[in-house]
């Protein structure tokens, strides 16, 4: 029976992992350890909390002893190794907590893994996933390729690069069987408003400014959430030892062009005038150091291993939206509390 520990379970991602996880591999019990900081949220998990395979367990990464004792507990065979500081906006104020979470939290994962593995390697799986934000930023042409080099230029890209150096640095060196994945921007259920697409549904739900950073002419190349669970699942069972894969949409939006069209298709759905949502875009200052255009060439994992995204940006986007119409609990339970301090600091200087 595989044992598989899941990083992050209770996170925007990791939830939709979990699932799917539990959904395909039915012989396995699915150990989710979160540390449930700001991001990870246990309603993510509602539906599935009951599940025979599925454990919970409240621990943070950064803590080493007590992570051999969850390997050893529960005789982990597999991780999926999804934990970390997520947002570029957090890791230029604070990066300090990125390299604790990041760096720190994923080296202790990979020695917590090492000394309970020892050298008896057969059926085990390190996988850890990661950004396409490590290959820094592009003009207007191009892709990241797998053999794109590393060129981080946030304090969050830089500490999942190091993250995936420890992580290459286990596998040359003790023989670690380990797989990476690098996956473009993610957008679906269960995203935590802090970031763009949830965070101007939200603020157009409340008829509040849409704070678009510069001119909006950055590119991003937007993943639906569950076609990365897919492609995480995909490389999980039929990856390849040491390599990494590209995970991405060929979906590349401005970010103005993106936020119009959440405008609109929030204004249809609500039944308001045409053009009423779009009055709130506000232009404010740029983010520091900010990445021009992100664009992932993924056709290793489309050709060596099948997996090709399943839905039309237009049509994931309405089902986010529906969602976030439909969980209008959810929405409020993350947004009290420390999301308005967040947003008044983040969003509110002068
Ligand atoms: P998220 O911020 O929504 O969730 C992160 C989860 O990790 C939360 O549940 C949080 O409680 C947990 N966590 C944070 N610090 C921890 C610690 N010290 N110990 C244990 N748990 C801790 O992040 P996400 O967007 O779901 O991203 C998941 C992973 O996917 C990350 O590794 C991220 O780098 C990667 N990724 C994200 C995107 C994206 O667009 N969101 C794209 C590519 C890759
Ligand atoms: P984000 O969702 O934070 O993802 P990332 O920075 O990891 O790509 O941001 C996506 C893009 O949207 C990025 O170019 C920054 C921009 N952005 C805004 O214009 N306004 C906002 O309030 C946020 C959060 C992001």
Redo the contacts with the bound molecule.
């Keep these: 029976m595989k044992n598989i520990l899941i990083t992050g379970g209770a996170g925007f991602i990791g939830s939709h992992v979990v699932r799917l996880f539990l959904e395909t591999y039915k012989d396995t019990r699915i150990i989710n350890l979160d540390a449930l900081t700001y991001a990870g949220n246990l309603e993510n998990l509602r539906d599935i909390e009951d599940h025979p395979n599925y454990t919970f367990v409240h621990q943070d990464i950064t803590d080493l002893n007590s992570l051999r004792k969850i390997f050893k507990e529960y005789e982990i065979s597999h991780v999926v190794h999804l934990a970390a500081e997520s947002?570029?906006?957090r890791s230029i104020e604070e990066p300090l907590a990125f390299v604790e979470t990041n760096v720190i939290g994923t080296v202790n994962l990979l020695q917590a893994t090492k000394e309970y593995w020892g050298d008896n390697f057969e059926d085990k799986l390190f996988y850890h996933v990661s950004t396409d934000?490590v290959y820094g930023s592009l003009n207007e042409t191009g892709f990241f390729y797998e053999d794109t080099a590393y060129d981080p230029r946030s304090p969050y890209s830089a500490s999942k690069a190091s993250s995936d150096h420890f992580v290459r640095a286990y596998y040359h060196t003790y023989g670690l069987p380990i797989v990476i994945s690098n996956c473009s921007?993610n957008y679906g259920p269960n995203h935590f408003p802090?970031?763009?697409i949830p965070?101007m549904i939200n603020n157009i739900l409340h008829k509040k400014p849409l704070?678009?950073?510069g001119e909006?002419l950055?590119v991003?190349d937007w993943l639906f959430v569950k076609d990365h669970a897919r492609a995480i699942s995909t490389i999980f069972s039929k990856g390849k030892l040491g390599e990494t894969y590209n995970i991405g949409g060929h979906n590349e939006w401005t970010?103005i062009d993106l936020v119009k069209l959440l405008c609109r298709l929030v204004d249809q759905k609500m039944g308001n005038p045409g053009g009423q949502s779009e009055e709130l875009i506000t232009f404010v200052k740029d983010?520091a150091g900010?990445d021009l255009r992100y664009a992932i060439d993924a056709s290793k994992l489309k050709d060596e291993l099948g997996w090709v995204p399943s839905l039309q940006f237009e049509e994931g986007l309405s089902q986010t939206i529906d969602w976030f119409l439909s969980n209008k609990e959810w929405l409020e339970h993350v947004t009290s509390g420390e999301y308005q301090k967040y947003y008044a600091k983040m969003y509110n200087k002068s």
């Design positions: 947002h570029v906006d934000e921007n802090e970031k763009l965070l704070p678009v950073y909006g950055n991003r970010n983010r900010h």
